[in-house]
């Protein structure tokens, strides 16, 4: 079982930062790819960015702004947020995609953090 725990996050007025973090507990599996998704009221949950093997990938809306951090040493990964706008306000989720012992590979996410963007 892996457990992801998610800290950062909170209110912010237009144009500010946030840092999110995660941490995810396992010594048993490997993590393939760690990100962070979000969710804003009455939509669907979407891509952020992901970090896996040294490549990260964004969504275009965030692309400039944010920047997604991993360390896979210490199964951690962060997402510094800059230039925020209205339209960021989101639960934010961290997900891990873990290799079980099978080979196969299940997502694991948080258990979510606000994030308000408003003035």
């Known amino acids: 079982q892996v457990q992801l725990v998610e800290s950062g996050g909170g209110l912010v007025q237009p144009g500010g930062s946030l840092r999110l973090s995660c941490a995810a507990s396992?010594?048993?599996?490997?993590?393939?790819?760690m990100g962070w998704y979000r969710q804003a009221p009455g939509k669907q949950r979407e891509l952020v960015a992901i970090?896996?093997?040294?490549?990260?990938n964004y969504a275009d809306s965030v692309k400039g702004r944010f920047t997604i951090s991993r360390d896979e040493a210490k199964n951690t990964v962060s997402l510094q947020m800059n230039s925020l706008k209205p339209e960021d306000t989101a639960v934010y989720y961290c997900?891990?995609?873990?290799?079980?012992?099978?080979?196969?590979?299940?997502?694991?996410w948080g258990q979510g953090t606000q994030v308000t963007v408003s003035s």
């Open positions: 970090a896996t093997g040294g490549v990260t």
């Open positions: 396992t010594s048993t599996f490997s993590i393939y790819v």
């Open positions: 997900r891990a995609d873990v290799v079980g012992g099978t080979g196969r590979i299940d997502a694991y």
